[in-house]
Nanobody
Framework: QVQLVESGGGLVQAGESLRLSCVAS????????MGWYRQAAGKQRELVAT???????NYADFVKGRFTISRDNAKNTVYLQMNSLKPEDTAVYYC????????????????WGQGTQVTVSS
């Protein structure tokens, strides 16, 4: 079994900051890229940021300069530092990890967390 658990969401005012964390645990041989996606009410899920195992990061245009993704490979953990939050950042934020399990099918597969709510008030 593989589990991704997010934490760090909450309610903040516009201009404030939050830091999200996501830990991948279980029967894991290696973790490849990790990332954050978000889904606002009534909208499709969209990419926020991704980071490779070599720590090369990629960001959606709407968060460049405000959000920073990082990871701790030893802990199979990915972080999202969110600064200068705006009301339009309100969404459920989902963690994603592409990984290979230690046992079972030798394929790199995507796994998702349950999501953490971020609400930004104006």
């Amino acid at each position: 079994q593989v589990q991704l658990v997010e934490s760090g969401g909450g309610l903040v005012q516009a201009g404030e900051s939050l830091r999200l964390s996501c830990v991948a645990s279980g029967n894991i041989a290696r973790v490849n890229a990790m990332g954050w996606y978000r889904q606002a009410a009534g909208k499709q899920r969209e990419l926020v940021a991704t980071i490779t195992s070599g720590e090369s990061a990629n960001y959606a245009d709407f968060v460049k300069g405000r959000f920073t993704i990082s990871r701790d490979n030893a802990k199979n953990t990915v972080y999202l530092q969110m600064n200068s939050l705006k009301p339009e950042d309100t969404a459920v934020y989902y963690c994603n990890a592409n990984l290979r399990r230690r046992l079972g099918i030798p394929l790199d597969l995507d796994y998702w967390g349950q999501g953490t709510q971020v609400t930004v008030s104006s």
